[in-house]
């Protein structure tokens, strides 16, 4: 393979480029000692391979000097991934929040932790996060409603699949409380997703009778 190669895929940049813009800085120095040129690298760069990395030190060293790098996508992702709570820890401190979404997916930093297995950073990030969806579906309803309280908006906000809160609220003992809170704020029960589902047909499909009974009960027939 010729380290100064370009990927014939779909993304049609170099090898370097994408070690780089992923945070993969073994592979960056394994791809330089094969005979590709090095390239300088921006600090918003040089922070992302170090959360990859796990070199909390440079990290930190990194924000201290400019706070506004905890705003990129991924290395929050790529702490939420890793489990690593601490380095996640450093990077919220610093202006990151919890509800950002990747650039090319829906999901935020805590359904990477989720997907990846790592329950203990996924739980941390729950309990901070203000989106709705989140909550909603990691059952975090007495934050939700509080969120919702603060800001009724995130309420009504879809994501790319046309997804809202109330078509994934779980079974708890809030469940009638979150339902009557999303709708108090603007939420639309019969609203349908990308796949033509309300959030009635949502309930029924994964086998929430309750929140399906409940929706009914307040006006949903389709």
């Known amino acids: 393979v010729d380290a100064n190669g370009v990927d014939q895929t ?58 506004s790098l905890s705003d990129q996508p991924g290395v929050l992702i790529q702490a939420a991934l890793q489990g690593e709570i601490d380095r ?45 969806h989140d909550q909603a579906r990691f059952g975090n309803t007495s934050w939700l409603l509080d969120v919702l309280e603060d800001d009724s908006s995130r309420a009504k906000v879809a994501l790319s699949n046309g997804m809202t ?25 019969d609203k349908k997703n990308d796949d033509g589902k309300t959030p009635l047909v949502s309930g029924e499909a994964s086998e929430r009778t309750r929140v399906a009974e409940l929706l009914r009960t307040r006006g949903s027939s389709v």
């Open 10 to 67: 779909y993304t049609s940049k170099t090898y370097v480029e994408l070690a780089v813009e992923n945070g993969f800085g073994a592979i960056l120095d394994l791809l330089v000692a094969h005979g590709a040129d090095r390239p300088e690298l921006f600090n918003a760069y040089r922070y992302r391979i170090s959360v990859v990395g796990g070199d909390e030190g440079e990290a930190r060293r990194l924000l201290e000097g400019d706070p």
């Open 165 to 189: 809160a109330l078509h994934i609220v779980p079974e708890t003992e809030d469940t009638g409380a979150v339902i009557d809170k999303l709708l108090a704020c603007g939420a639309d029960i």
């Open 88 to 132: 996640a820890r450093l990077i919220l401190d610093r202006g990151a929040e919890c509800k950002i979404r990747s650039n090319d997916h829906d999901p935020t930093p805590i359904r990477f932790a989720n997907h990846a297995g790592r329950l203990e950073a996924r739980d941390y990030l729950v309990e901070l996060t203000r989106d709705a």
